[in-house]
C-alpha cells in the first residue's frame, strides 16, 4: 500500500471550525452576554462553510469571487467574536483558543485566496 499525501480540502476544515465554534457555543454560559455571543458565533461559523459550499457551485466568476469573499467576511466576524470570548472572558477553555487559531489561520487562507484572485483578473 502506498502512503499517499491526503488531499487537503478546504470545505471539511471549514465544517471542522464550525463544529469546533458550536462547541465553544455550548460552553457559553446563559447570561444575556452569553446569548448574544452564541448566536452570532454559531451564524458566522456555519455561514463560513455553507457559502463555501455555495461557491463551489458559482454560476459565474463573479458570482464565485462574491462568494469567497462573503466566506471571507464570515471568518473575520468570527474571529472577533472569539476574540470578544477571550478578552471579556466569557469563558476560559482550550477549545476557544483552538476555534481562534484556526479562525486566524482560514482568514490567511482566504485573504490570499482574494488577492490571488483580484491579481489573476488584472492579467491581461
Known sequence: MKNTPQKFDLEDRLVDFACICLDVCE??????AGQNLEYQLSKSST????IYGEAQSAESRADFVHKIKLV??????????LKIIRRKPVIIHEKVEHAFN??????????????TIKMNNLRP
Open 27 to 32: 460552553l457559553l454560559a446563559s447570561t444575556k
Open 47 to 50: 455561514a463560513s462553510a455553507l
Open 72 to 81: 471571507l467576511k464570515e471568518i473575520r466576524e468570527t474571529r472577533v467574536n
Open 102 to 115: 484556526e479562525a486566524t489561520q482560514l482568514m490567511a487562507i482566504f485573504l490570499k485566496s482574494t488577492e
